[in-house]
């Protein structure tokens, strides 16, 4: 398994995590296989999306915000439920699919870690299996 | 690995695709397993839900318009920024078990693709992994 | 694959199934490798988040019924649609790592099953498998 730190820059941000992970990858010797990317974190999630125009990255934060906005009556203390929320929405594990030694994505497919209460150093678990 | 064309028909769609992927692995000859799932769209995505009463997936439609609109903010050139959020909150890559060589359903538990920028030509990619 | 029955107590409820998990775990010994959790039901989901306070799980189910509110338009007769929402926005299906015969979450991660329509019995389906 690697541990891949990824240092975010802002309260909410959307890392493109795509090189990083291809050049773990590259360490490996696998012809076809699963690559499992997995968050340990609470208030930071990983998702597949957009990596040609950055506005979408941009967007989707905006639309977040407005998903899983603050409330008045949130009770938990650290006052970071929102973030919480759209962990559990965006998910904490993911898995994509590696041909000749490179993930499988599609066209305009990147993977992000998703910052939601940032800026902090995260840590993220990978493997890589063979078939 | 399996790529499987889907066709979709309007802007929205929910495609019960699990009698297709339960063809594709009718070829294979698995006693236990895992199904894996992946969409390399950033405007499409995978779900299980109920296959029960097709009005699940017409409100589960409207809920996600509601949860995901249009915003006059958005900058993504496109306009479609709304489908790249439902396809993060709902996700590109789910796993099914497999048991004598059929997926392991919950008995109202249906596959589908979710459209949310159609119609177009998707293409699923799955493999089947023997225990 | 192993069917961990669990009962919930109340119509949204979060129960933390950590232990759970752990303790069917512990009957297997699995150096590396990775645990599958399987949700069969379209009303209940599966999630990673925080353990530490639960006024993160109930400000989350707060959050989630503002996300996906019940709608006078909506068809499906049973009248729990936005339970089915929040399914596949939550999701059915979720790994972890595992290392020395044990889960790899994070410092505050706990797994949980996510009532949407209950009180219930639910059967989630886990899966060991070694590397």
């Not at 990255?57 to 407005?66: E, P």
């Not at 949130?74 to 970071?80: I, V």
Request: aromatic fraction near 10%.
């Amino acid at each position: 398994m690697h541990t891949l730190p990824i240092k975010t820059a802002a309260r909410r941000q959307f890392v493109d995590i795509t090189a990083k992970v291809e050049r773990l990858l590259a360490q490996e010797d696998i012809t076809t296989g699963i690559c499992y990317l997995f968050c340990p974190h609470t208030t930071a999630a990983i998702t597949l999306n957009e990596n040609w125009d950055p506005d979408v990255q941009r967007d989707m934060s905006l639309a977040l915000d407005d998903i899983s906005p603050q409330r008045a009556d949130f009770k938990h203390a650290e006052g970071n439920s929102p973030a919480h929320v759209k962990t559990s929405l965006v998910g904490s594990d993911h898995f994509i699919f590696i041909k000749d030694n490179h993930l499988i994505l599609g066209r305009w497919q990147g993977v992000y870690l998703a910052e939601f209460d940032g800026p902090r150093t995260r840590q993220l678990y990978i493997k890589f299996s063979p078939d």
